[in-house]
């Protein structure tokens, strides 16, 4: 599996331009919602949760996971990529700042293993995460995922 097959171009905003944390999970939400994946009642719950829970969705250097909990808000499994132009803090002390967020739509608990399997692929080679982050347009970047075992 491609990580591309569960990302469409819809989801994918490159060289995004964010104030703050929370405007960087707008764009994750956004595209979610473009996508179809979400609602956007699911944006605020993402935020929600970080206000709740602190920066734990900063994984990896440099690299987010927004997401919530599955909720009447999320109509199917999706993804969404943005890239964001400068990077911004989360206030996560080790992997602050943040260039790179994934947001992330489940309907339970395990529909999206195969996919964040996927993700830690990508996000473990330095070389095609570099040039994910540097692709400018959309396609782009589906591109670079589509080629990605």
């Not at 994946?37 to 949760?49: F, G, K, Q, S």
């Not at 739509?105 to 473990?124: F, K």
Request: aromatic share 4%; charged share 15%; proline share 5%.
């Amino acid at each position: 599996m491609s990580l591309a097959d569960d990302l469409p171009k819809s989801a994918i905003v490159t060289r995004a331009h964010a104030s703050d944390w929370r405007a960087a999970i707008q764009l994750a939400g956004g595209a979610l919602t473009a996508s179809g994946a979400t609602t956007a009642a699911y944006t605020d719950e993402m935020i929600a949760a970080v206000e709740k829970h602190g920066p734990y969705i900063v994984i990896a250097p440099g690299f987010a996971l927004a997401h919530s909990r599955p909720s009447p808000a999320v109509l199917h499994t999706g993804l969404s990529w943005v890239a964001l132009a400068e990077p911004v803090d989360f206030g996560s002390g080790t992997n602050d700042p943040v260039r790179l967020v994934v947001g992330l739509a489940a309907l339970d608990h395990d529909s999206h293993i195969e996919t964040m399997a996927a993700l830690a692929g990508i996000l473990s080679d330095e070389a095609v995460l570099s040039e994910l982050i540097a692709a400018e347009t959309a396609a782009e970047v589906h591109a670079i995922l589509g080629r990605v075992p």
